[in-house]
């Protein structure tokens, strides 16, 4: 055999123990990484639900100067709340579909026309901690 029929017999590709040894390893990192975002789970549905409200308090107190009217957010029960503006339209948020197990406490919210209100506090909590809102008496919404 000559030396240039040699190197023509090369092979690519892997061996079937190689394929079976990357799957082994892959199957170990994803069983370990979907453990680690289940226990993320709680604590990422309890930050996503605080924003929410958050933007709806913010969004209630643009309204109440924009239509140069109070907005109310009266609470429902402990996962929902209603947004009035003056004496019209009431829409309801719900916080339990898009984040389950997630509680809301709070006394109502009301926005005067200048968009100031009474200082309150929001508590929103599940099985990963507490979060807390605050709104100023000058209408600031902070979460804590």
Same mark, same amino acid.
């Given at each position: 055999m000559t030396p %240039?029929?040699? #190197? /023509?017999? #090369? @092979?690519?590709?892997? #061996?079937?123990?190689?394929? +079976?040894?990357? /799957? %082994? +390893?892959?199957a170990i990192v $994803? %069983?370990? $990484? +979907?453990?680690?975002? @289940? %226990?993320?789970?709680?604590g990422i549905r309890l930050n996503g639900a605080t924003r929410q409200v958050m933007s709806d308090l913010v969004a209630a107190r643009m309204s109440s100067v924009k239509e140069n009217a109070s907005v109310a957010v009266m609470h429902l029960s402990n996962h929902s709340y209603s947004v009035t503006v003056g004496s019209g339209t009431s829409s309801i948020k719900d916080l339990q579909p898009d984040f389950p197990g997630t509680t809301l406490s709070f006394t109502g919210v009301l926005f005067s026309s200048r968009g100031t209100t009474s200082p309150r506090t929001l508590t929103l909590q599940n099985s990963s901690g507490i979060k807390t809102i605050t709104i100023a008496i000058t209408g600031r919404v902070k979460i804590n």
């Open positions: %240039a029929l040699k #190197t /023509m017999n #090369t @092979r690519f590709g892997f #061996t079937l123990y190689e394929v +079976i040894v990357v /799957m %082994a +390893i892959i $994803s %069983a370990i $990484s +979907i453990f680690n975002y @289940r %226990a993320w789970i709680p």
